[in-house]
């Protein structure tokens, strides 16, 4: 599925990856984490890799294989190396509180395998898999 | 999404329902800042009819709290917090940061 890298195209991203989760027997809490996760996921993709860009759009792809979903991403904005991105301090107080990186840090903390490759010529994919149950 | 604001003696009551992210985000922002400018740091959020809330909406609420907390002025806390939303907050490193209450009457009450 292509959809435009706008933030009002989230809310299709999160159903169309619901309904196969649903399908493929998750319960309702790993839904609400496959859910974020992707949403996670498009945000940083609509906010950093097309930043400043108006006409883009991106592929999202969504399966089960065996009982683990396996949701990519692909888009061909600008590179993105999550090494970057420092780790939040969840810990700080509320007045040393960053609030950039969180998007990554909750995508690793809900799925089981979070990987992204980027590639001057394919552009960035992202691979993210949760197994059931 | 949608966000009503409730104006008691001692605080505002903002009730948002529906779906926070970012495309949604910047009005319940909105909502936060516009109490603030009237002078109000004291805000109780109902999230009772809240359906799913991202980082959009947690940066929101800490961004509020920060400004409510300033100068020792006020507070923003969470009312009615869902299961779901309430894990995430957890992931997030977020619980500590706010108090929660199970009901609006008693959060109004608190302040």
């Known amino acids: 599925m292509t959809f435009p890298a706008q933030f009002e195209f989230l809310d299709e991203i999160r159903e169309f990856v619901a309904q196969?989760?649903?399908?493929?027997?998750?319960?309702?809490?790993?839904?609400?984490?496959?859910?974020l996760a992707a949403d996670e996921a498009a945000t940083n993709i609509i906010e950093h890799a097309y930043k400043g860009v108006s006409d883009a759009d991106f592929d999202v792809?969504?399966?089960?294989?065996?009982?683990?979903?396996?949701?990519?991403?692909r888009d061909t904005g600008r590179p993105f190396n999550p090494s970057n991105i420092k780790r939040p301090n969840l810990t700080a107080d509320l007045s040393e509180r960053k609030i950039?990186?969180?998007g990554l840090y909750l995508m690793r903390k809900l799925m089981d395998e979070v990987h992204y490759v980027s590639s001057p010529i394919t552009g960035n994919l992202l691979t993210m898999t949760k197994r059931r149950g | 999404m949608e966000v009503t604001t409730q104006e008691f003696k001692h605080c505002d009551l903002i009730k948002v329902?529906?779906?926070v992210d970012s495309s949604t985000a910047p009005a319940f922002s909105k909502a936060l800042d516009k109490a603030n400018e009237n002078g109000h740091?004291?805000?109780?959020?109902?999230?009772?009819?809240?359906e799913y809330m991202s980082s959009a909406g947690f940066r929101a609420l800490l961004a509020s709290q920060r400004n409510c907390k300033r100068y020792n002025r006020g507070e923003?806390?969470?009312v009615a917090v869902p299961v779901r939303i309430r894990e995430a907050l957890e992931l997030a490193g977020f619980t500590e940061l706010f108090?929660?209450?199970?009901?609006?009457?008693t959060a109004v009450g608190s302040f």
């Not at chain 1, 792809?61 to 991403?73: F, H, Q, S």
């Open chain 1, 20 to 35: 196969i989760a649903r399908e493929g027997g998750f319960n309702e809490k790993e839904i609400y984490s496959l859910q």
């Open chain 1, 61 to 73: 792809a969504c399966d089960m294989r065996g009982d683990t979903l396996v949701i990519t991403m």
């Open chain 1, 100 to 102: 950039g990186g969180l």
């Open chain 2, 17 to 19: 329902t529906g779906r």
């Open chain 2, 41 to 50: 740091f004291k805000i109780a959020i109902d999230m009772s009819e809240l």
């Open chain 2, 76 to 78: 923003l806390v969470l």
């Open chain 2, 99 to 105: 108090k929660t209450f199970d009901d609006p009457i």
